[in-house]
């Protein structure tokens, strides 16, 4: 059971969005260069997942108590996991991408190495970027808008990087900085408790809520001008469900806004790659039964 518990302290769900932005920016790209899935995309994307999986680790040590106080499911505060367990996770899952990144090419060495050290200074004291109203909403769309997408295109070298398309980066950070921004807003009074300074505490919820669907039409923006219609489609409904939450103004409605947005985004990353979605099941099936048995929850719940 330890060994589960050292899983799922990972938070395999919210590994999610890394996994579909990837693969939807791996079909693109594949559809634009002809080429197709290979063990290459394969070993980035494990590598990938190792890098966020270190940074989920380090983030529940530095967030110990602000998560007590939001009342979160906790691996630390029901002594499932020990912090120091947590810490070489941390050390192990985010080492070994590095070290593997060099046989791919050296972009993936630096896109690695920007989300290894984004990973830590996000959390950690004295820099904590997740704290900071800007820090927090640019690391997020960055890290995992971005450089996730940017990672696709693995065999561009650093002196031909000016060759990339920066539209479908350019999408994803928009989309993931507007959803990380309605993520913050249901943690607003226990963030605020412990001192942090996230976009919704700065802005409160109406103000962080107006920037989240300003950057979502942006997106929609960028996705209708170079043709990426089903993406266009995505950010204009989520746009719409945004604007819904902030007449509804309930947590449960926040929280649609932010998952719904997600889940058709898995469910198109699954219908480029239909072994994804049978894979997004089984974790959801295995994910309930061990929150059930363990902690004796329901989750996950999309509100």
């Not at 947005?261 to 959801?284: E, R, S, W």
């Amino acid at each position: 059971m330890k060994a589960l518990d050292i899983f799922f302290a990972a938070r395999p769900l919210l590994h999610i969005p890394v996994w579909s932005v990837y693969l939807i920016c791996l079909h693109y790209n594949h559809r634009s260069s002809g080429g197709h899935l290979d063990v290459v995309d394969f070993l980035i994307l494990i590598c990938l997942n190792l890098l966020f999986a270190g940074a989920f680790y380090i983030n529940q040590v530095f967030d110990y108590e602000s998560d007590r106080i939001n009342k979160k499911c906790g691996f630390l505060q029901s002594g499932l996991v020990s912090g120091r367990a947590m810490v070489a996770a941390f050390l192990i899952m985010s080492l070994i991408p590095v070290a593997v990144a060099p046989l791919v090419s050296p972009l993936t060495l630096v896109i690695f190495l920007q989300i290894l050290v984004l990973a830590y200074i996000y959390s950690a004291p004295p820099i904590r970027l997740k704290d900071r109203p800007l820090g927090g909403l640019l690391t997020n769309s960055y890290a995992h808008g971005f450089l996730v997408a940017v990672s696709v295109m693995a065999e561009t070298t650093i002196s031909d990087v000016h060759l990339l398309d920066w539209d479908m980066p350019l999408y994803f950070a928009l989309t993931v900085g507007a959803t990380y921004i309605l993520t913050t807003i249901p943690d607003r009074q226990g963030d605020q408790a412990t001192g942090k300074r996230t976009l919704a505490v700065v802005l409160g919820q109406t103000g962080a809520m107006v920037l989240a669907l300003v950057l979502m039409m942006m997106s929609f923006v960028v996705a209708y001008r170079t043709g990426f219609a089903l993406l266009a489609y995505l950010s204009a409904s989520a746009s719409f469900l945004i604007l819904a939450s902030m007449l509804i103004r309930t947590t449960a409605a926040v929280l649609m806004a932010a998952k719904l947005p997600l889940l058709v985004l898995t469910m198109l990353a699954g219908y480029y790659y239909p072994g994804y979605l049978l894979f997004i099941v089984a974790l959801l099936i295995g994910t309930r039964i061990y929150y059930r048995l363990r902690f004796n929850i329901i989750y996950p719940r999309l509100t």
